[in-house]
């Protein structure tokens, strides 16, 4: 039975949905991601994202991502990857690089996380220079992690900056996002989350943003670890496996 305090999260989240109704837009985004280690260090990682706006009445956009996770060690690990996203109106292409440092004691993790993004909607030259440049950004994230002890699941928060590049100045702040969420180990390698961020923009529409995001994440590794767990556990309950 998935742990009271989730549902918590749950609750919370339906407050801050019911509140943001009065001036701003409600989005919710529908995940589903699967991640595989290919070597002890590299990690490749697949994700699908369904993004629905308006509060929740209208398409927005669907994406599909691949990423590659190097751990130079524990504690620092380079990451980047590809986004296409697409809806009615336009597509989008993202490239991204990155780098983290995570520093664990106890039941908390706090990391620090630097990551450059290209994005643009064509890569046809004319269209780039006559309607719509590719947009580079810098983000800048710091969060915190907390294990609830004796339970499956943990929370956390995040604070990140967006600066914009290719404006004048040449580094312009372009919005802030603040980030609270948990989640829940299931069977079989998978994880389910359940989080919010509300963005905080700098324009002169002052078109912010909440959005609750849902995940549903499989880890091959865990899910292969567990049915070969479960299968000794079988040969040794038949006394097909011999204990040393």
Known sequence: MINKKLLSYFLVFFAIE?????????QGRFMTSVDYKITKKLKISGEYRYSLQNDFHKFR???????LKYNFTKKLNVLGGYRFTTSFEEDNHRFFIG????KKWDEFKAA?????????????PDFMNYYK????MLREEISLDYDIPNTKTSVFIASEIFLKMNS???????????????????????????????????SAQKNDRIVIVTKLNVSIDD????????????????????EE
């Open 112 to 124: 620090v996380t630097s990551k450059y993004q290209y994005s643009t909607n064509s890569f046809d």
């Open 18 to 26: 019911s509140y943001s109704q009065s001036y701003t837009d409600t």
């Open 168 to 202: 004048q100045p040449y580094l312009k702040w372009n919005r802030m996002r603040y980030s609270i969420g948990g989640q829940y180990k299931l069977k079989y390698g998978t994880t389910l989350s359940l989080s919010t961020f509300y963005d905080d923009k700098v």
């Open 99 to 102: 780098i983290k440092y995570n």
């Open 223 to 242: 899910f292969l670890k567990k049915l070969k767990k479960n299968k000794k556990k079988a040969l040794k309950k038949q006394g097909l496996l011999n």
């Open 61 to 67: 956009s669907s994406a599909g991502e691949i990423s």
């Open 133 to 136: 440049e590719p947009v580079q």
